[in-house]
């Protein structure tokens, strides 16, 4: 059957909007085909003088049709520089102009003509830079341009036959990285081949001065964890990434670009030596879930268990409890490990085991474990859901209670909130053959809250009372 209503009558109209387009637009093509040259250049001419971002836009195209890089340098210069600061709505008209045309550029790169284009982009960048630092971006429009850019000098200097000058790409990178920018960096391995053995040696002496002056400076930092990757340096890697391991998200990120080098066994090792030295495991540091991982990925199921294990005794919640079922289930065990853990969870957090035994769709044992407990509405409101479809007479009680706890409150989104629970009840009434027992508690409700007008027309509005 066909949808109806507003939406559809408003699809329909957007749709028949579009072929209106359509068949306009082919109307006009047919136009413009009497005229001749002459004629479109002129129409074209007078548009763009109305319209500057149609001018960039035909400049942009005849540049790239004649492969004029004169022209092309001017829409970088121009699109590219900003005078003074730049406020939200303006930022964003920059992005999107200078978008325009670092598209024109990289159509450079894919013609092979990467030589031709490195000079642009890296302009691009260079001014773009000295905007960033006087615009508002919280957007983040020119932060995305700028990583574009980026992405687009790595793949131009590659591509750039013949080879890019080593050393003057050393120095641009040295003074990108380097010279005071702190919100963009750059990944040296993008660059090992353009840069090659005497490339690299420049910038690796470079980072060299800048760590012996300011070892603390995020940027040198980042350059030289760059090195130490690029090279598998994991005595580098331990220096610069762990620092002085004082905090466990320290120790979390080492593991993690040791193993991003494939250096798994000392990965592990300083994942370890975290764990040990942060048995928490702080939120961000990572480290149970790094080792269990790289157990799992290297065989070791009843490591991974353990660690597991272990987290759920040390802080037994449902989290942890659904970690060490994932990880048991993955070392083809959670047979024998699931009353072990659940009674860790009746134990210490009760209202957590009713909350997983749900999670495993025990309805039975979780109303039965529920009724020796306190639990939150929330749960209540799961477990009679559940309840609910094979026992319906039994969730009814909680369902009346949580309509009663819910009207404590005053509001019109309470009232909705207990008119749609009411409407719940009403149809699990129906499955139980206790019809006028909900006819009997909607009117008894009604008497209760006489005094709330807005609730009395909630429920008249639903139909549940007159």
Same mark, same amino acid.
């Given at each position: 059957m066909p949808p109806s209503g507003p939406d559809h009558a408003g699809s329909a109209h957007a749709g028949s909007a579009r072929d209106g387009y359509v068949h306009a637009g082919s109307a006009l093509r047919e136009r413009l085909d009497l005229l001749d040259r002459e004629q479109l250049i002129e129409l074209l001419v007078a548009a763009a003088e109305r319209d500057p971002g149609l001018a960039r836009r035909l400049t942009l195209v005849a540049a790239q049709a004649d492969g004029d890089l004169a022209e092309l340098r001017v829409s970088v210069h121009t699109a590219? %520089?900003?005078?003074?600061y730049l406020d939200y709505w303006p930022a964003i008209r920059y992005a999107e102009a200078a978008a325009e045309v670092a598209d024109a550029v990289a159509c450079l790169v894919r013609d092979g003509r990467a030589g031709a284009a490195l000079p642009l982009v890296t302009t691009a960048i260079d001014l773009l830079l000295a905007t960033v630092g006087r615009a508002d971006d919280s957007a983040g429009v020119l932060g995305d341009l700028m990583r574009r850019l980026l992405r687009m000098h790595a793949e131009t200097c590659a591509a750039a036959d013949p080879p890019v000058d080593a050393l003057a790409l050393a120095r641009w990178l040295t003074e990108f990285q380097l010279g005071g920018q702190d919100w963009f960096t750059i990944d040296i391995a993008d660059y090992a081949h353009p840069l090659g053995t005497d490339g690299l040696a420049a910038y690796r002496v470079a980072v060299a001065r800048r760590w012996a002056k300011a070892?603390?400076?995020?940027?040198? &930092?980042?350059?030289?964890e760059g090195l130490a990757r690029l090279d598998r340096d994991v005595p580098a890697l331990v220096e610069v990434v762990g620092g002085e391991l004082r905090y466990a998200a320290q120790y979390g990120r080492l593991a993690r670009a040791l193993a991003d080098i494939g250096e798994p066994v000392s990965a592990i090792e300083w994942a370890e030596r975290g764990l040990r030295a942060h048995p928490e495991d702080p939120p961000g540091a990572g480290l149970r879930d790094f080792l269990v991982e790289a157990y799992l990925g290297r065989g070791g199921g009843a490591d991974a268990v353990r660690l597991r294990r272990d987290g759920l005794t040390a802080a037994p919640n449902l989290h942890t409890y659904r970690a060490l079922r994932k990880a048991a289930e993955r070392a083809g065990c959670w047979d024998a490990e699931k009353a072990k853990a659940l009674t860790v969870l009746a134990e210490r957090h009760p209202e957590d085991h009713v909350r997983a035994l749900l999670a495993d769709n025990d309805v039975s044992r979780a109303w039965?474990?529920?009724?020796?407990?306190?639990? /939150?509405? +929330? #749960?209540?409101? =799961? !477990?009679? &859901?559940?309840?609910? %479809?094979? +026992?319906?007479?039994?969730?009814?009680?909680? !369902?009346?209670?949580r309509i009663d706890e819910v009207l404590t409150a005053n509001g019109r989104d309470t009232y909705r909130d207990a008119v749609?629970?009411?409407q719940a009840l009403r149809e699990i009434c129906a499955r139980c053959g206790r019809g006028s027992e909900f006819t009997?508690?909607?009117? =008894? !409700?009604?008497?209760? +809250?006489?005094?709330?007008? /807005?609730?009395?027309? =909630?429920? %008249?509005?639903?139909? !549940? +009372? #007159?």
């Open positions: 590219f %520089t900003a005078a003074g070892p603390g400076d995020f940027q040198v &930092r980042h350059a030289r039965r474990a529920a009724r020796r407990t306190q639990l /939150s509405g +929330h #749960t209540w409101d =799961e !477990l009679a &859901r559940k309840r609910a %479809t094979t +026992h319906p007479a039994d969730a009814l009680p909680v !369902l009346r209670r749609r629970r009411l009997d508690y909607v009117k =008894e !409700l009604a008497e209760r +809250h006489r005094r709330r007008p /807005s609730f009395l027309a =909630e429920l %008249t509005d639903a139909g !549940l +009372h #007159t």
